[in-house]
């Protein structure tokens, strides 16, 4: 074993990264969960280890330091991914008791509000000259018969969205899309009446359906050069209500104009590690403009390996192996990376552009699933394939038109 890859959650995320890793490396991971997962669970490619306690950061590191401490030969060696936006913050915090132990591509703790904070980091882009949605700030203590200056439709989205998950109440989303002050009114009494004590976000919404958003993964090293970048053009998004805005159909692309926008916030703002980056294209002023960065590889990542970008060897390479590429790597590869089976892509994929673009890449067999891998175990498949096709239903039950909003 040439290192030891250690990741924290056993999802789809926490596969994609290991399966990246063994691609390049046939080396093995070991993820770290509060429980087993169908996508993780019965892999030869990765070794699951169950600590109930994860969520707790002082179980976790102490875990994290066992484990280390199993593997005398890995010192040196051992590298750490988070595979929610939970674990990394959590790494984050605990980056001092861990770095002895662990190779870990995460900011400096210093800078987790400006990104953990969704006002913070809006205060940064306009400091910076990254353009962003125009943007309202909500608070517990002035939602109260609340009266926005926005042009409807609106997006209301948690300014802090690691606490936001831990509070229920009817109708939770991710993000809700709202029509009217009265709506705005009424989500805004469910979230705060259910706990969440923190800022909410109240933003224009920019126009287009889901062809119109980018997502751009990088690596920036410690001294906040970006060695890898590699832009995606989502052309479909989730519509379970808990993950809308995640991606479920992006093609790779080629875009230098949106690659030296993100090179230079991310080095402007003394960025290090991964950043998992979700912009819009607004048609209106020809800008892209940014939501938020992700502070972990996004949930479909593996977008990255598929298009030859070599994101997350490339992480590896330079903190292991001391190996720094001549140029910022980026995508060479079109592809299609789907997180919904191919039917449900092309039914409700709303350009017709791209949903000819995707039958084409289909066709041309340039496109492929995180989940699915034919070097791993048959005993995942029943289970994937079923998760896979409930996409099927959420569909039929969910879908709204966004060139319809």
């Known amino acids: ?191 705060y009446e259910g706990g969440y004590t923190d800022p909410m976000i109240l933003q224009e919404f920019i126009p287009g359906d889901d062809s119109c958003m980018r997502v751009v993964n990088a690596y920036v090293d410690a001294s906040s050069h970006v060695q890898a970048i590699s832009i995606g053009h989502p052309i479909l998004e989730d519509v379970t209500p808990e993950l809308v805005g995640n991606y479920v159909a992006i093609i790779s692309e080629e875009n230098e104009p949106l690659s030296e926008l993100c090179c230079q916030f991310l080095e402007s703002i003394q960025f290090k590690g991964i950043a998992d980056i979700d912009l819009k294209y607004d048609e209106r002023d020809q800008q892209y403009k940014i939501f938020e960065v992700n502070l972990r590889l996004g949930r479909s990542s593996y977008y990255t390996t598929m298009a030859g970008s070599h994101l997350i060897q490339q992480i590896i390479a330079d903190l292991i192996f001391d190996e720094q590429p001549k140029e910022v790597l980026k995508n060479t590869k079109e592809i299609l990376w789907l997180g919904v089976p191919e039917k449900v892509a092309l039914e409700y994929i709303e350009d017709p552009h791209w949903k000819a673009e995707a039958k084409r890449l289909i066709d041309a067999k340039q496109y492929g699933f995180t989940l699915y891998f034919d070097q791993d175990s048959v005993l995942r498949k029943r289970g994937i394939k079923k998760y896979y096709n409930s996409y099927i239903e959420r569909y039929q039950k969910w879908f709204k038109r966004k060139g319809d909003v």
């Open 1 to 191: 074993m040439k290192f030891l890859p250690v990741i924290l959650g056993a999802d789809t995320n926490a596969y994609g990264i290991a399966k990246s890793i063994y691609q390049y490396y046939q080396e093995k991971s070991i993820c770290v969960s509060t429980m087993p997962l169908f996508m993780t669970n019965h892999s030869k490619i990765i070794d699951v280890r169950i600590c109930k306690e994860l969520h707790d950061e002082t179980a976790m590191v102490d875990e994290l330091i066992r484990l280390a401490k199993e593997t005398p030969e890995m010192d040196g060696k051992r590298i750490l991914f988070a595979a929610s936006d939970a674990y990394a913050v959590a790494l984050i915090n605990q980056q001092e008791k861990l770095k002895e132990y662990y190779h870990l591509p995460v900011i400096p703790k210093e800078q987790l509000q400006q990104f953990e904070e969704k006002e913070a980091f809006y205060q940064l882009c306009e400091k910076h000259g990254m353009p962003y949605a125009k943007t309202e700030v909500v608070t517990k203590d002035n939602y109260v018969n609340y009266q926005s200056q926005l042009m409807f439709p609106v997006v209301l989205k948690p300014s802090n969205s690691v606490s936001y998950f831990d509070y229920e109440f009817e109708g939770k989303k991710k993000a809700f899309i709202i029509d009217s002050l009265e709506e705005v009114q009424a989500t805004l009494n469910r979230i």
